[in-house]
């Protein structure tokens, strides 16, 4: 299947600083890539719809000015987390699609706020 | 509102028995489902898919079964084995919607000895 690199996998990183997730489509283009958040043993939430060259679409409750989603290309969607808060604390997973069958997933970027 | 709904937490199922896990869902307009294996700290990884043209779809040990009348799936493991022991998630979408994912809250499996 298509592969999707996320990184970090892991970040620490003081309250009030700014954290940038990485994802990117190593072997397909991703017009549309997608972020969640899974908090502990709960499911995986839709944050944002990143769309290649356009503002991302962002789910109700989500604060756009703090996850800012870019996608510059067709292979790479970034989330920046900005000003950090301990309750920003959370595993992040983004997500693309080469075809209408199939979503692959990065790794994961398992966030700790101190 | 969750859409997709797994109600089960927890599954234990003997190693050569078979696993059954369930998944329902609210929203008619869904078109195409989705099974997602994930160990913790991990992104999830793919493991069967279902159109909603069609009942039941089969990938080795791995079948789902559609019931769209029920707003119903489940995921049969046959032989189930410990290194299926993992968190299952179903998820749903809607073509119109832009392929975005709706996920169930996962049903932990655990296959024993």
């Known amino acids: 299947g298509a592969v999707v690199s996320q990184h970090p996998s892991r970040v620490i990183c003081k309250s009030g600083t700014s954290v940038k997730i990485e994802c990117r489509s190593l072997?397909?283009?991703?017009?549309?890539m997608f972020w969640y958040r899974q908090f502990p043993k709960k499911s995986l939430m839709l944050m944002a719809t990143?769309?290649?060259?356009?503002?991302?679409?962002?789910e109700q409750g989500v604060e756009k000015d703090k996850f800012l989603i870019n996608h510059a290309s067709l292979t790479l969607s970034t989330l920046t987390v900005t000003s950090a808060h301990p309750e920003d604390s959370s595993f992040y997973i983004c997500?693309?699609?080469?075809?209408?069958?199939?979503?692959?997933f990065g790794q994961g970027t398992r966030l700790t706020v101190v | 509102d969750q859409q997709v709904k797994q109600n089960s937490p927890s599954l234990s199922v003997q190693e050569g028995r078979i696993s059954i896990l369930n998944c329902d869902y609210t929203?008619?307009?869904?078109?195409?489902f989705l099974w997602y294996k994930k160990y913790p700290a991990e992104g999830p990884t793919f493991l069967i898919s279902i159109s909603s043209i069609k009942d039941k779809n089969e990938d080795g040990r791995f079948t789902v079964f559609l019931n769209k009348s029920a707003k119903h799936l489940s995921l049969h493991i046959v032989p189930s084995q410990p290194g299926d022991s993992a968190v299952y998630f179903c998820?749903?979408?809607?073509?119109?919607?832009?392929?975005?994912?709706?996920f169930g809250k996962g049903t932990s499996l655990l296959v024993t000895p």
């Open positions: 929203n008619s307009m869904f078109d195409y």
């Open positions: 997500s693309a699609r080469d075809s209408y069958t199939e979503a692959f």
């Open positions: 072997d397909f283009q991703a017009t549309t």
């Open positions: 990143s769309n290649e060259g356009s503002k991302a679409t962002y």
């Open positions: 998820a749903a979408s809607e073509r119109d919607s832009g392929y975005a994912l709706n």
